[in-house]
């Protein structure tokens, strides 16, 4: 909550947060699906998640790994995959997917189970709406996806893509910028 009140210069109250916010809502059933799907118990954590996803628009794998300080602002269309890692203070916004390109198929011709497919947001990242950042990709620490890119490749710390350098993904002293 208040990473939410903190990063949001609408909030009034934390009870407004608490009660209003569906990111708040989401996260925090997140959080409990994520300890039970740790524990063992992947079905409760999986009906947990998916009442909140049919509560709040917010789909949140409980394998995924959310550090704290992370914010969902309006939150809508959100989707964030199983193996995905998100680090410290991290804030996305509304239709934002964290998600697999392509799936590793074993010599039986069935998919592989668990194998890491999702991206990794290292700390103090932004991702704006819209924005779909697929494939095991690493988004630098500091960096900012902007709206409506679609990210397929690491970019290092300290980045800003934009939809202009998205097509590119130049870096421009060390960091790709529009």
Do not use: W
Request: proline share 5%; with cysteine.
């Amino acid at each position: 909550m208040r990473a939410a009140y903190n990063g949001d210069p609408a909030a009034q109250s934390v009870d407004e947060i608490l009660l209003c916010y569906p990111g708040t809502q989401a996260v925090i059933h997140y959080r409990l699906a994520h300890v039970l799907y740790g524990l063992g118990v992947p079905m409760i954590a999986r009906i947990i998640a998916e009442r909140a996803h049919s509560e709040t628009g917010i789909d949140i794998h409980p394998g995924a790994q959310i550090g704290s300080g992370f914010f969902i602002d309006h939150g809508t269309g959100v989707v964030i995959g199983e193996t995905a890692i998100i680090g410290e203070r991290v804030r996305i916004y509304q239709a934002v997917t964290l998600g697999a390109k392509r799936f590793n198929v074993g010599e039986d011709g069935v998919l592989e189970k668990g194998a890491p497919r999702h991206p990794i947001l290292e700390n103090d990242v932004v991702v704006y709406a819209g924005a779909t950042i697929t494939r095991r990709i690493t988004i630098g620490s500091g960096s900012s996806i902007g709206g409506n890119v679609g990210s397929r490749r690491s970019v290092p710390p300290g980045s800003v893509i934009t939809q202009a350098s998205s097509q590119h993904e130049l870096p421009k002293n060390g960091a790709a910028q529009a």
